[in-house]
């Protein structure tokens, strides 16, 4: 069974940091991509960071870059997205998702960015 789990979200003050997981198992194929989505409610979702597997290739949002790193451990078939420097306009819904052929995406983890 596929499954993409996150973990790592939570409340933190305008400034700091926290460190999201996802870990991808139950794959028969090889995961291409690692991918961090972002989703407020009533908003499109939006890719925050993409990581391919293999290469190491590394792409960020606009938004982000400067602050965010995004990191994998294939070994382990896990994602990191390393947050820095933390805004209210941060705040969302992170979702991962693992890429092969199709799109395999976890249920999210809040993170909310608040004083």
């Known amino acids: 069974e596929v499954k993409v789990v996150e973990s790592g979200g939570g409340l933190v003050h305008p400034g700091g940091s926290l460190r999201l997981s996802c870990v991808a198992s139950?794959?028969?194929?090889?995961?291409?991509?690692m991918n961090w989505f972002r989703q407020a409610p009533g908003k499109e979702r939006e890719v925050v960071a993409r990581?391919?597997?293999?290469?190491?290739?590394?792409n960020y949002a606009d938004s982000v870059k400067g602050r965010f790193t995004i990191s994998r451990d294939n070994g382990r078939n896990t994602a990191y997205l390393e947050m820095n420097n933390l805004k209210p306009d941060d705040t969302d819904m992170y979702i991962c998702?693992?890429?092969?052929?199709?799109?395999?995406w976890g249920q999210g983890t809040q993170v909310t960015v608040s004083s």
């Open positions: 998702c693992a890429r092969t052929t199709n799109d395999y």
């Open positions: 139950g794959f028969s194929n090889s995961v291409l991509s």
């Open positions: 990581i391919f597997t293999v290469s190491g290739t590394t």
